[in-house]
């Protein structure tokens, strides 16, 4: 992060906006953000994620026909980019990687959205220069926002269902996918999981799936897959399914609220012997702790 706030406020405090002043950006905050993305990104798992700024100038209507947001987002100068290495678990560290960055521009005060699908993808990669062996996921447009929603923001919010979080015990469960978690049972990390609960997600069906294993400090994550996104993912990014952003996501919010609160541990794929998860989920990563 770039200051000494809480992470666990930052995600409380991140919404997506659509809506943007397409004003210059304060070279300070500019160059703090430039900086951040300019580190070197290492996720979870293994692979190459690199991530930039690109300015829309002089003709926005034609730069925005190229980014190819549909209108989705308005008068937005700036966009964050990322590219990543094809490979396993690619899409999960870029999800990860990408996470860690809007949560860092929403502490700096900048406004941010994912935006993954209706993407122009060759002429973003022209942007950056993509080489062959890479791809690009999703991007986000980061600046300055109106103090009040926009209607067509409200409007894309509510149809989205961004408000509605499913309840702890459709998503947190305790040694296998019959007994719901309760808070009480893990109230170390209550908040880690109520964080992940809180993620972002493609159309807000928030497909994450956490199993506590009985008596150790042990969580197995599942995704909840949707055959819509995976073709999505097959036409658009010659990738398995967009919904491993979303996991990426879902770990990225859980392995720094739980470093906030000095629970210490690592990513291991190890799916668990003893139970099978119902049809349609599948086993993605475990967090062990140290």
Known sequence: MVSD????EVIRKRRSWRTYIPEAMEEQVREKLEIRLAEKHLGPFPGQVRFRLIELQNDPVQAKQKIGTYGMIKDARYYIVGAVTRGEKALENYGYLFEKIILAATEMGLGTCWVGGALHRNDIARRIEATKEEY??????????????????????????????????????YNHFSTPLRKEDVPEY????????????AS???PWRIVKEGGRPRFHFYLQKNRFYGKIAHSVLGAEDIQYLDMGIAMCHFAMAAKEQGLQGRWL???PTYFEPPEGVEYSVSWIEN
Do not use: C, H, T, Y
């Open 269 to 271: 794929v190890a799916p």
């Open 204 to 206: 807000n069906r928030q």
């Open 5 to 8: 706030d809480s992470i666990i």
């Open 190 to 201: 209550a908040n880690p999981l109520e964080m992940v609960r809180l993620g972002p997600s």
């Open 136 to 173: 690009i996921p999703a991007i986000s447009p980061v600046g300055k926002v109106v103090e009040k929603r926009a209607l067509r923001d409200q409007m894309v919010s509510l149809a989205a269902g961004s408000k509605n979080r499913k309840k702890w015990q459709e998503l947190f469960f």
